[in-house]
């Protein structure tokens, strides 16, 4: 099943804007990912955020986690063509020792326009 | 690149046969896990094996199988093939039993069931 559901489905924007996305889900977790995949080949991991942390940056990249409203949102600054993919948020949950998945959300299909 | 390579990449397989995806962890990953990608969809959480043992698994039936060797390598084992086990099947390796830090996946095997 889905933990994490991104908004929106589908992004359109021109380079050199901001993309935002955003992504709720359900349960308590120890930390949420962010993963980008460019047609429909493997994932590439692009920050990881732990349930005490609210705010994070890497390059271009801003990541908010809001554990009370059980959302996050990643800013990407100034976007370039390179930057269309799918992003997909994860999250990981459970008690130390157990296998701790991560589990995708449905994704956010970004395309940045030259 | 992430070290993680899968094979093959490709697959058509008939309803009814059987199939063996394999994966290489990155070295010094101890943690592999497999996931399915239907089209349009995230990632879906099949299992997880740490050191050899399976150490969690999604909502898959028994035909879904898997192994881990002392290198760390994997497979999955499909029996009994059907027409919706078509998908993007992903191989993600880690460091640690699970998703408290990143994982770095493998560029996928397409496998097409007809």
């Known amino acids: 099943s889905q933990q994490g559901e991104e908004d929106p489905q589908a992004l359109s924007i021109q380079e050199g804007e901001n993309a935002t996305m955003n992504c709720s889900y359900k349960?308590?977790?120890?930390?949420l990912q962010w993963y980008r995949q460019n047609s429909g080949r493997g994932l590439v991991h692009l920050i990881l955020?732990?349930?005490?942390?609210r705010e994070k940056h890497s390059g271009r990249l801003r990541v908010t986690l809001d554990t009370s409203k059980k959302s996050s949102s990643l800013l990407i600054t100034a976007s370039r063509a390179a930057d269309t993919a799918s992003y997909f948020c994860a999250t990981v949950a459970g008690p130390s020792g157990s296998a701790r998945q991560l589990t995708f959300g449905s994704g956010t299909q970004l395309t940045v326009l030259p | 690149e992430t070290g993680v390579t899968q094979s093959p990449t490709h697959l058509i397989k008939t309803r009814g046969q059987q199939v063996t995806l394999r994966c290489s962890s990155q070295?010094?990953?101890?943690?592999v896990s497999w996931y399915q990608q239907a089209l349009g969809q995230g990632p879906q959480f099949i299992f997880q094996y740490y050191r050899e043992e399976e150490n969690g698994r999604g909502n898959f039936p028994p035909r879904f199988s898997g192994l881990q060797f002392p290198n760390y390598s994997s497979e999955l084992n499909v029996n009994a093939l059907e027409l919706d086990d078509s998908a993007l099947y992903l191989c993600?390796?880690?460091?640690?039993?699970?998703?408290?830090?990143?994982?770095?996946f493998g560029q996928g095997t397409r496998l097409t069931v007809v």
């Open positions: 070295s010094g990953h101890n943690t």
């Open positions: 955020i732990r349930s005490n942390e």
């Open positions: 349960t308590s977790i120890n930390n």
């Open positions: 993600a390796s880690s460091l640690t039993g699970g998703g408290l830090t990143e994982a770095f």
